[in-house]
């Protein structure tokens, strides 16, 4: 199998909730597909040579001051173009058309209808094996009210005349409504028809060219130099581990730090986990005292994540000296690897100084420590959550390991709101083991992105025999999700919410209120701080 990837797909971000959703569905069908600011110059372009652009949508108005807008060198590359949304609406402006504010907002679910050529429309590329009408997911206000002199028309929605534009002499199209989400059922097909038929695409991003390619980076940045990662027992730092080890062997040390605020049986059972699935050198930590002292009196998220950050940090700094001072080995620990995934990179940084903003610092990416004398090696930074479980499975990881639930790096911290008190960590985490047995016995743990609970910082009044309580809530959370950006909760069956509600009432002291979270991401977000 080719490890060169001969052809990718470059997105220009101007500020959509969806661009990495663009990005998904691209490499779903096996083509590569990146990320870059809006305002990449086309020198830069040009030199990344990437087979076709797609412009995405943005919360902006072509129109407004502050528009985001692109050098216009990149209509001369001579590279495909698909616009979407506002990527649409800078098409026609740019090329001389009108964009106006519509008195209509359309937003939600529309039809388009494809205007139909002499020879039918699905013989246009862009539309191969298309019907003449599909449904579509609008969310616009502007609209393209006069089109640019080269430009046709190809198709309608109810509000926009102009919801598909195309230069085919210029390899130029626009599509007014989002085919990237899943409202939009045939959507993909149109961005398949983009990718393979226009921009000639070679589906060559498979698992296998990726393992083969990040070895050789890995090998190329680490060179004879010794790497620690950090593990969590989570997939992400798992996969991270079994790749770096297939790269570099025995230059990996994984590091495991019992922080204090694991769940329950977590230090056994990575332990376990990890002896049985490969040989990798894992030293054992014990930080609790440490993590939990520095936490006291703290309240406030982002100062319990970075607190988090930097005591991880501080622990791997001085197990690498520990173990240079008693290593033969020339070579210090130069490198720390992590687990990062792309929405992590996402959502905790602009990506090359797109307009979206901070929602958490994940710590394994916004939370690090100036100071940290490591260098990173990061080689899930490009993937989404279930390309990584590809990668694992095809490294040979069990099924067991890599359909666990993700668990957030700061651990409990994160679902103890208000202070982290050892009595805190004890109620939240019985109440934890709790849930993670009722959702396995019933079959639902699998079928959920994730299952937890939430110790609020609210107390409330109860009766209990004849007695009455003044005790803890626990908040359940159940959320289903394909990659952690977007997230609805779980239509549990009652019963089932029934049982996991009494279990912690009656086996965890402390606790006489459960109530269940019914907030989809957005606007909330999945962990609770
Ligand atoms: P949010 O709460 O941002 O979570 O909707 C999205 C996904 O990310 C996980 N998460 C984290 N993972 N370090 C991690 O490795 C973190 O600091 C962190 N915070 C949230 C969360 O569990 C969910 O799957």
């Known amino acids: 199998m080719s490890s060169n990837l001969t052809s990718k797909i470059l997105i220009l971000d101007f500020g959509s909730q969806y661009t990495q959703v663009i990005a998904r569905r691209i490499r779903e069908f ?55 949304c506002y990527g649409t609406q800078l098409i026609a402006k740019d090329f001389g058309g009108q964009v106006e504010r519509s008195v209509h907002r359309e937003y939600g679910p529309g039809i388009l209808r494809l205007k139909s050529s002499p020879t039918g429309p699905q013989t246009r590329p862009l539309f191969h094996g298309l019907p003449s009408e599909i449904e579509v997911w609008n969310s616009h206000q502007d609209k393209i009210t006069v089109l640019p002199e080269a430009f046709q028309t190809f198709g309608q929605t109810e509000n926009s005349t102009n919801a598909v534009i195309g230069c085919p002499e210029k390899n ?62 989570g997939v992400d730092s798992t996969v991270a581990a079994a790749l770096l080890h297939q790269a570099i062997g025995d230059q990996l040390t994984c590091i495991f730090v019992d922080n204090g605020l694991l769940r329950a049986g977590e230090r056994s059972a990575v332990k376990e986990l990890f002896a049985d699935n490969f040989h990798i050198r894992l030293k054992t930590v014990d930080a609790s005292k440490n993590f939990i002292s520095k936490l006291k009196g703290v309240t406030e998220p982002e100062r319990k994540r970075r607190i988090i950050g930097n005591e991880f940090v501080r622990v791997f700094q001085n197990t690498a000296q520990e173990l240079q001072g008693r290593s033969s080995s020339k070579h210090p620990f130069r490198f720390l690897a992590q687990g990062t995934l792309y929405p992590d990179v996402i ?104 299952s937890f609970a939430v110790l609020l910082p609210v107390r409330s009044v109860g009766v ?10 626990i908040a359940l959370r159940m959320v289903e999700s394909r990659d952690g950006m977007t997230a609805d909760w779980v239509r549990l069956p009652y019963e089932l919410l029934a049982k996991i509600s009494s279990r912690i009432m009656n086996e965890v002291k402390g606790v006489n209120r459960v109530c269940y979270d019914i907030s989809s991401k957005p606007p909330a977000t999945i962990e609770w701080e």
């Open 30 to 84: 096996h083509v590569y597909s990146e990320i870059n600011a809006y305002n990449t110059s086309a020198a830069k372009i040009k030199k990344a040579a990437p087979a076709g652009i797609i412009l995405s949508g943005g919360p902006a108005s072509v129109y407004s001051p502050k528009a985001p807008q692109l050098d216009q060198q990149i209509y001369e590359l001579g590279i495909p173009i698909l616009g979407i």
């Open 172 to 233: 130029i199209y626009g599509l007014q409504f989002h085919p990237e989400v899943g409202h939009t059922p045939l959507g993909k097909n149109l961005l398949e028809n983009f990718a393979l038929k226009i921009c000639k695409c070679v589906p060559n991003w498979t698992v296998e060219s990726f393992i083969e390619r990040s070895c050789a980076a890995i090998r190329d940045q680490v060179r004879e130099g010794r790497v620690l990662l950090g593990l969590s027992g």
């Open 347 to 450: 959502e905790s940084v602009s990506i090359a100084g797109n307009p979206s903003s901070l929602i958490k610092s994940h710590h394994n990416v916004g939370g690090l420590p100036s100071w940290m004398k490591f260098e990173l090696v990061e080689p899930l930074r490009q993937l989404f959550k279930d390309e990584v479980r590809e990668v694992g499975l095809k490294l040979g990881l069990s099924k067991e390991l890599i359909y666990r639930q993700p668990f957030p790096g700061p651990g409990l911290a994160v679902r103890i709101l208000g202070e982290v008190t050892r009595a805190r960590l004890r109620i939240l985490r019985e109440a934890d083991t709790i849930v993670i047995q009722e959702m396995k016995s019933s079959g639902w743990y699998y079928k959920v992105w994730q």
């Open 464 to 473: 209990m025999g004849d007695e009455r309580t003044y005790e803890n809530t």
